[in-house]
């Protein structure tokens, strides 16, 4: 079976500040990782895969198999950056079904 | 811009009345997928088609059902919707070689009274 854990349903800092959300996975082979981002009022948008080891508005997420764990960090936070951040696992499963995790509201203040 | 439309964004309706959500794709994408999000949960996916292979979760209740009439269009149909099945409803996209990306559609929020 497949599982993602996000362990803060909430997370706030301020703005300028580093910002970490944890993601944990299990599974038993080897995991596609995504981190999908739902801002206020807009529809679940992917925000970046691990595949791609690519940095999206300052994000990046690295995949520790040893660790079974796909952080998403950004070092200086944004006020736009407040949103609901879901982290995701495809297992290879047919068609890309997707296991999400349950969500950690960021909020960045002023 | 393509894009994943759900119709409508809100519905109501009443304990045990069938309803229809509809989802339309622009985007030309082989796989659709329904999803059921709960309150303060995560989503949870209730089944998708692979163009016209339905592939149905092990444990979506048997009043869930879909229907994809071609590759744009697809809908979930709740025979008699109970008060737990109040929740959003979201419509998703994807293409084989896309790298799995999902496209989402805005989804329905579906009030049962």
């Known amino acids: 079976a497949q599982r993602v854990t996000q362990p803060e349903k909430l997370l706030s800092v301020f703005k300028g500040a580093p910002v970490e959300l944890k993601c944990n996975y299990s599974?038993?082979?080897?995991?596609?990782l995504f981190w999908y981002v739902q801002y206020s009022r807009q529809r679940l948008q992917l925000l970046l895969r691990?595949?791609s080891r690519e940095s999206i508005k300052g994000f990046t997420a690295d995949l520790n198999k040893g660790e079974t764990s796909f952080h998403l960090k950004k070092p200086f936070a944004q006020e736009e950056d407040s949103a609901m951040y879901y982290c995701?696992?495809?297992?290879?499963?047919?068609?890309?079904?997707?296991?999400f995790g349950q969500g950690t509201i960021l909020t960045v203040h002023p | 811009d393509a894009m994943v439309i759900q119709n409508p964004r809100y519905q109501v309706t009443q304990f045990g009345k069938p309803v229809t959500l509809s989802c339309s794709q622009t985007?030309?994408?082989?796989?659709m997928y329904w999803y059921q999000q709960k309150s303060s949960q995560a989503p949870k996916l209730l089944f998708h088609?692979?163009?016209?292979?339905?592939?149905n979760e092990a444990d979506t209740p048997d009043n869930f059902q879909s229907r994809r009439p071609n590759t744009s269009f697809c809908f979930l149909d709740i025979r008699s919707p109970g008060l737990g099945d109040a929740a959003m409803y979201l419509c998703?996209?994807?293409?084989?070689?896309?790298?799995?990306?999902?496209?989402f559609g805005p989804g329905t929020r579906l009030t049962v009274t």
């Open positions: 998703a996209t994807s293409r084989p070689g896309g790298g799995y990306e999902q496209y």
């Open positions: 599974y038993s082979g080897s995991p596609e």
């Open positions: 691990h595949i």
């Open positions: 995701a696992l495809t297992g290879g499963t047919s068609y890309g079904k997707l296991t």
């Open positions: 985007l030309n994408h082989n796989v």
């Open positions: 088609y692979y163009d016209k292979d339905f592939n």
